[in-house]
């Protein structure tokens, strides 16, 4: 298994992500993929879906702590009260006494964030989470973040595939010594059939998909593609025993320019712009 080490975290590389899996579609992938070798479940309390993953979790027979858990605390619920009740209810959907990682998962501009933090903060002292992290944050965000933590955040889970430029978020990242993880790896079913990268994975007998994910581990980011597709859990996973070359990865990195988001819900913050 790989890792990536950021700030006291050791976060399996390829992770599975489970947004809008739902009901026994969700419980079967997540015990396939652990049983399979994924180390690493990203669920969230928006995604209603907490139970499931923690239900995949008991029927794959994975020890508990051979698994790297990520779950994310909504925008609506960053008051030091609130937070403190959904993570309450996020343990209890899990059936588990903690989590390995406890996210903000959208910044609320509404809530300083030496609350917000603050709240992050007691959970990881309270022993409810073994590390936590922020998502889609900016790099001013990233800033203020540290000037008020009293512990380490440990990654900044952000949208990343060859079609957008992140490489700001990056930078800050790397500056605060903090874990990238990429989702929407496969930019949400975009990346295959994209010519440049069939291209490439023609080249190793590999599926656009895993050229995707091969960047981004070259990187050194961490990504969590879902699916609920045994083949593609397993493709997913597969992408350590190919290496894309120099050129290959300039001519991938040149498709940022296009900085196409999948994501940009209304309350997303006014993005770094390349
Ligand atoms: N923090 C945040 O704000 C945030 C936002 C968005 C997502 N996320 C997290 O990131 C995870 C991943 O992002 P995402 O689900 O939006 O998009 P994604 O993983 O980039 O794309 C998922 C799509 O890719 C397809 N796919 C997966 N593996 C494939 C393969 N090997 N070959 C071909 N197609 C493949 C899947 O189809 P099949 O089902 O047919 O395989 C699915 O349609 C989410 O599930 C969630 O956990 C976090």
Same mark, same amino acid.
């Given at each position: 298994m790989q890792v990536v080490e950021a700030n006291g975290a050791r976060i399996p590389q390829i992770g599975l992500g489970t947004m809008t899996l739902k009901d026994d579609v969700c419980v079967q992938a997540v015990k396939a993929a652990l049983k399979m070798g994924y180390h690493h479940l990203d669920t969230a %309390?928006? *995604? %209603? $879906?907490e139970k499931e993953n923690g239900e995949g979790l008991r029927q794959s027979g %994975?020890?508990? =702590?051979?698994v790297f858990i990520c779950t994310k605390v909504r925008q609506g619920d960053l008051m030091p009260d609130a937070f403190a009740k959904v993570l309450e209810q996020s343990l209890a959907n899990l059936k588990l #006494? *903690?989590?390995?990682l406890l996210l903000i998962h959208w910044n609320n501009p509404n809530i300083p964030l030496k609350l917000s933090v603050g709240a992050l903060c007691k959970a990881k002292k309270e022993g409810k989470t073994k590390h936590i992290g922020v998502a889609n944050f900016t790099t001013a965000m990233l800033d203020e973040a540290w000037s008020v933590?009293? =512990?380490?955040?440990v990654c900044n889970q952000i949208e990343m595939h060859?079609?957008? $430029?992140q490489d700001k978020v990056l930078a800050a990242c790397k500056k605060h010594g903090m874990a990238v993880v990429a989702y929407c790896p496969i930019a949400r079913g975009k990346v295959p059939g994209a010519d440049a990268l069939e291209l490439i994975g023609k080249a190793h007998g590999k599926s656009a998909a895993q050229v995707s994910l091969r960047y981004l581990v070259q990187m050194g980011v961490c990504s969590i593609p879902r699916t609920a597709t045994p083949e593609h859990l397993k493709q997913n996973l597969d992408v350590y025993d190919f290496k894309l070359s120099d050129a290959e990865m300039a001519e991938l990195k040149k498709l940022n320019v296009a900085n196409m988001r999948v994501v940009n819900p209304?309350? %997303? #913050?006014q993005w770094d712009t390349p």
């Amino acid at each position: 298994m790989q890792v990536v080490e950021a700030n006291g975290a050791r976060i399996p590389q390829i992770g599975l992500g489970t947004m809008t899996l739902k009901d026994d579609v969700c419980v079967q992938a997540v015990k396939a993929a652990l049983k399979m070798g994924y180390h690493h479940l990203d669920t969230a %309390a928006f *995604y %209603a $879906n907490e139970k499931e993953n923690g239900e995949g979790l008991r029927q794959s027979g %994975a020890k508990r =702590e051979d698994v790297f858990i990520c779950t994310k605390v909504r925008q609506g619920d960053l008051m030091p009260d609130a937070f403190a009740k959904v993570l309450e209810q996020s343990l209890a959907n899990l059936k588990l #006494p *903690y989590v390995d990682l406890l996210l903000i998962h959208w910044n609320n501009p509404n809530i300083p964030l030496k609350l917000s933090v603050g709240a992050l903060c007691k959970a990881k002292k309270e022993g409810k989470t073994k590390h936590i992290g922020v998502a889609n944050f900016t790099t001013a965000m990233l800033d203020e973040a540290w000037s008020v933590t009293s =512990e380490p955040l440990v990654c900044n889970q952000i949208e990343m595939h060859p079609f957008i $430029n992140q490489d700001k978020v990056l930078a800050a990242c790397k500056k605060h010594g903090m874990a990238v993880v990429a989702y929407c790896p496969i930019a949400r079913g975009k990346v295959p059939g994209a010519d440049a990268l069939e291209l490439i994975g023609k080249a190793h007998g590999k599926s656009a998909a895993q050229v995707s994910l091969r960047y981004l581990v070259q990187m050194g980011v961490c990504s969590i593609p879902r699916t609920a597709t045994p083949e593609h859990l397993k493709q997913n996973l597969d992408v350590y025993d190919f290496k894309l070359s120099d050129a290959e990865m300039a001519e991938l990195k040149k498709l940022n320019v296009a900085n196409m988001r999948v994501v940009n819900p209304p309350h %997303a #913050p006014q993005w770094d712009t390349p």
